[in-house]
């Protein structure tokens, strides 16, 4: 089972940035990570996904052009870069792992949160 572990959260006005971290345990290769985010009384949203080798990446179309997903496969750790955030970015922002083979992202971090004040 991996563990995934976020950080890099916290409050920033309107038009400032973030860099979320998410660090995974042991070495798995060969997956597919991504951050997702849920607001409060929305569904879980998926924000980007980046795969092993980072030539397949993927953005909501809420956050293109304003934030970056990458990886560091010698640390087993992916990031979020988060710029020119909007208040309806807040949310809790969580880690997630799709193993090699896998259908679905089965293992996940316990959040960090996002707060963007306007």
């Known amino acids: 089972q991996v563990q995934l572990v976020e950080s890099g959260g916290g409050l920033v006005q309107a038009g400032g940035s973030l860099r979320l971290s998410c660090a995974a345990s042991?070495?798995?290769?060969?997956?597919?990570m991504g951050w997702f985010r849920q607001a409060p009384g929305k569904e879980r949203e998926k924000v980007a996904v980046i795969s092993w080798s980072g030539t397949s990446i993927y953005y909501a179309d809420s956050v293109k052009g304003r934030f970056t997903i990458s990886r560091d496969n010698a640390k087993n750790t992916a990031y979020l870069q988060m710029n020119s955030l909007k208040p309806e970015d807040t949310a809790v922002y969580y880690c997630a792992v799709r193993i090699m083979g896998a259908a679905d992202f089965g293992s996940w971090g316990r959040g960090t949160q996002v707060t963007v004040s306007s």
């Open positions: 042991g070495r798995i290769s060969g997956y597919t």
